[in-house]
């Protein structure tokens, strides 16, 4: 890849640090982490040799779904700061050679948004169908099956224009109406604000949910075996979801969009796909040819599975399926259990396995995204349901215990209050100020140091950043694979379990780039080595 090519395709096998700002740093004592807090602490992120950062919400947001719940799509809330606060934090991180991403939430607003208040007052006026709205059936209820992924039906009743409107998640997020060729051009024309102030990407959140079946057909139910098996806590999960979401409307779009970045420099995007039944094939669709999106993730690496046949499956799933589209993996984010607690079984180290994750996850085909906290081995919180603050929580408590246990304020310096995030009263509790920041720095076997020597390998290498991947066949419970380019071929080796596994290593494995296997049990002394429970080594094949 030439000079030019890097620079237009900046993000093409990039690193991704996810910052979710009420989270980061506060800096009025308030409690809640705001854009001046995330400038202080661009230093930390740019340490961990990261490419770009990706901020979660910032908008004006009654803040029903942390900001998810978008009011304004052109002004930062109060809570977060100023608009001045957000063009000093993109100034300060292109300084700091950081690519910066933000949120763009287009599948719904807020119910307190101007476009929401105009379109339920009536059925005439100028906004009257830049919402789904639907009649009742002749008995009142709903006009379909469809239901909302955060409970009950994914319609309400809305008494001024005697119909329901459509939401698939709170009620006080109305999905906007994409079949409205006006409703493209107002939400294009936000992203378009953002991108003459100076962003280099968006991350569109739950890109497959812009458009909805026009004849309002129901969904059917998962098969009666699946419904068994699975036997999901959520109703959502019970359905197939057909009409509601990923609809062949959404492609046609998603090229609009890409038509308008296309038209700034070295600009990116990277959509979230939520699909259940056809995550691959949808990403497949939305990433390929070189229109649409410049790349997706998914839940798959995301969930409970974790183990060699699981990546593997991933990966080549991906890739089978797109020739010219790409992907970014994750392992944890804002909406999931943070992958150390969803992975170590009963008896195996925490820290050990977050080690083992960042060698693995900086050594796949693909960009990564990290989410803040992860380079510090945080662990789930375990919150009591009087702190909560997630609605989805709120709403499934016990079944379900929401997304606030990942969400919890990040740990700076354990010997401040509130371990250095805010002076004044945390909007979550602060759950371990064991792993913070300030105490892993000098510490060279620290997570957190872990993170920096794997992040620095991968920029380093452009065989571990874009080269092909060549799976290797290992014992149970070890996965392994080259990355490889027309100048080197790197062998990565991973024991994803908690028990020493042998692995066969080529007589041409050459010095390690990085590795938590002894020097004298290395492959460089002997062609079979004893993997210690989670062990690694990432190794040149000369």
């Known amino acids: 890849m030439s000079k030019a090519e890097h620079h237009r395709e900046w993000w093409r096998g990039s690193s991704i640090y996810q910052v979710y700002p009420r989270s980061f740093q506060d800096t009025t004592g308030d409690g809640v982490g705001d854009l001046r807090g995330v400038i202080q602490r661009l230093p930390h992120i740019a340490s961990l040799k990261v490419d770009a950062i990706w901020l979660s919400p910032f908008f004006k947001s009654p803040q029903a779904d942390m900001g998810y719940d978008v009011s304004d799509y052109r002004a930062v809330d109060p809570l977060f700061g100023s608009m001045e606060d957000f063009d000093a934090l993109i100034a300060q991180a292109h300084r700091l050679?950081?690519?910066?991403?933000i949120d763009q939430v287009i599948s719904h607003t807020s119910d307190k948004h101007a476009w929401f208040i105009e379109s339920r007052a009536g059925r005439?006026?100028?906004?009257?169908?830049?919402?789904v709205w639907a009649d009742p059936r002749p008995e009142g209820s709903p006009p379909n099956n469809w239901l909302s992924v955060f409970g009950g039906s994914a319609w309400e009743w809305e008494p001024t224009r005697r119909q329901y409107y459509m939401h698939n998640f709170l009620s006080s997020q109305p999905d906007l109406n994409f079949q409205n060729p006006a409703v493209q051009e107002a939400v294009l024309?936000?992203?378009?604000?953002?991108?003459?102030?100076?962003?280099d990407g968006f991350r569109l959140d739950t890109v497959n949910y812009y458009f909805h079946d026009r004849q309002l057909r129901?969904?059917?139910?998962?098969?009666?075996?699946?419904?068994?098996?699975e036997n999901p806590a959520n109703p959502y999960l019970l359905q197939r979801h057909l009409y509601d979401k990923s609809q062949p409307e959404n492609i046609v779009f998603l090229k609009r969009f890409r038509a308008l970045l296309d038209q700034y420099e070295a600009r990116a995007t990277v959509g979230e796909v939520g699909d259940e039944d056809r995550s691959l094939d949808t990403v497949a669709a939305y990433t390929g040819g070189g229109d649409k999106l410049n790349m997706c993730y998914t839940f798959d690496m995301l969930g409970e599975a974790f183990s060699p046949l699981h990546i593997r499956g991933c990966i080549e799933g991906f890739f089978d399926r797109v020739k010219d589209g790409w992907v970014c993996w994750a392992f944890s984010n804002h909406d999931v259990e943070r992958h150390v607690t969803r992975w170590t079984p009963p008896g195996a180290d925490p820290q050990a396995l977050a080690k083992l994750a960042i060698a693995l996850l900086a050594s796949l085909r693909g960009s990564i995204c990290l989410y803040q906290g992860e380079e510090l081995g945080l662990e789930e919180a375990v919150l009591t349901y009087e702190q909560l603050r997630d609605p989805v929580g709120i709403r499934f408590w016990p079944g379900i215990k929401g997304r606030d246990g990942c969400r919890t304020p990040i740990p700076w310096n354990e010997n401040l209050p509130n371990a250095g995030f805010t002076q004044g009263h945390p909007w979550l509790p602060v759950s371990d100020g064991s792993r913070a920041a300030a105490g892993q720095e000098n510490d060279p076997d620290s997570v957190l140091n872990v993170y920096r020597a794997a992040l620095e390998v991968r920029r380093n290498s452009a065989a571990l950043r874009i080269g092909a991947i060549d799976f290797v066949d290992a014992t149970e419970g070890v996965l392994a694979f080259v990355r490889s380019d027309h100048s080197e071929k790197i062998l990565c080796v991973f024991n994803m379990v908690n028990a020493v596994r042998p692995f066969i290593f080529p007589p041409r494995t050459?010095?390690?780039?990085?590795?938590?296997?002894?020097?004298?049990?290395?492959?460089t002394q002997r062609t079979t080595c004893d993997l210690p429970p989670y062990g690694y080594i990432i190794a040149r094949l000369k």
């Open 97 to 101: 050679g950081l690519k910066v991403i």
């Open 124 to 131: 005439t006026n100028a906004k009257a169908d830049w919402y």
């Open 189 to 199: 024309d936000a992203v378009r604000f953002w991108l003459d102030r100076g962003v």
């Open 218 to 229: 129901r969904n059917p139910a998962l098969p009666a075996a699946r419904r068994k098996r």
């Open 510 to 523: 050459g010095e390690a780039l990085l590795s938590n296997i002894a020097a004298d049990a290395g492959p």
